[in-house]
DNA sequence: AATAACTGACTACGGCCGTTGTCAGATTAG
DNA sequence: CTAATCTGACAACGGCCGTAGTCAGTTATT
């Protein structure tokens, strides 16, 4: 027999390359779980292992060092949300109300799902610095898609003024919710989204 | 002559009391140059004490801990704030938008004037523990303020929803403004801003 | 001159951080 | 069986943190 490549052996039952990957999943949902923790994010190398019951040496064949996990936990609650978001859209009306409306409730069920995504996406890029710096904040994206949107009879600064101002609002309306601080139905929540991004 | 105390004894031509207030006074500015740093707040205390040429020793002459600085700067850049907005208000036209205009400028010019005290207020209560674990930030009694000056003819939930809705979009707003983000005139930005909040 | 208070520079403790390395034991391949 | 590889537990480095203490030297009072 050919000796296999050491990636390709068995161990425990599963090759190394699925273990490897299987361990760099578990440090991926630890640091979900300590980046949208309730306290506030607080993700170190030493805390995610713990977390995900692996050592250090298994955090550095994953990522090769702490900001590449903080940035690949972000990634990854982005892509999940972008994919709600599509889905939520594709099988929606194509009037801008009801896909607005989409949008905003596949959002906030994601957020009640899983708060700790919510606060991942919300709350991790003001705190986190390997966040902030980048432009890793999908919200200045948020806001260039919104002035796309907007109507063109107001001249280019104003729009952009309504754009920030607009994913403020509702970053902020997300954030209350998030931590209790606005205590209110979520359809409730959702309708006046609808209202804020259609009435703009 | 009758022992004096030792607060009163002088000492390098002031008084003790005078000596250690000038001392407290030189903490809080050290912390609100590192609270409202552009690279984002970062005070511990040693370097507090380096930023005031001061030993550790003065730093717990004045106050307890690290987050009663943390409290104090915030309320001593706060107290300023609150300050500049009644000058403002009560040298304007008891007319709800000139209140409005004048409020929002004067913010502002706080901000430009000293890029500190914005980013103090605006950003560490999203970043430092100390700040946001109490209800130290001054948004949510802002927007409770401005809920009690919205129209009557909607319901409770939905006024609230409105006022934080609108502190979000200021807030953010003023952020960006403050970052270089939003690239506009000072004018343009209290003109966008007054109209927000009048016609909320 | 002697005593007391104040000041500045410095050290020390325990703890967490990011990162790297070591070492005994388990599991597989040849 | 032997050798190679994988695994887990742990130590170590330098650094910053909050907090407390020491000690020589300067300045005022008596």
Do not use: N
């Amino acid at each position: 027999m050919l000796s296999q490549r050491a990636a390709d052996r068995t161990w425990g039952g599963t090759t190394l390359t699925d273990r490897k990957a299987a361990r760099r999943l578990r440090l991926l949902e630890a640091g979900v779980d300590l980046l949208g923790a309730p306290e506030g994010p607080a993700l170190s190398v030493r805390a995610v292992c713990r977390h995900a019951k692996l050592t250090e040496r298994y955090f550095y064949e994953s990522f090769p060092d702490r900001d590449e996990l903080v940035l690949a936990v972000y990634e990854h609650v982005a892509a999940a949300a972008r994919q709600a978001l599509v889905d939520a859209v594709r099988s929606s009306p194509p009037d801008p109300p009801a896909l607005a409306r989409a949008a905003v409730t596949a959002f906030v069920e994601l957020m009640v799902d899983d708060p700790r995504r919510g606060r991942v996406l919300l709350l991790a890029p003001l705190t986190d610095p390997a966040l902030s710096s980048r432009g890793m904040a999908l919200l200045p994206a948020f806001a260039a898609l919104i002035r796309e949107q907007l109507p063109e009879d107001e001249s280019e600064t104003d729009r952009e003024m309504t754009a920030i101002g607009l994913v403020g609002a509702l970053t902020h309306l997300f954030s209350a919710y998030l931590d209790g601080t606005l205590t209110v139905d979520r359809d409730q929540l959702v309708d006046h989204c609808v209202r804020l991004l259609t009435r703009a």
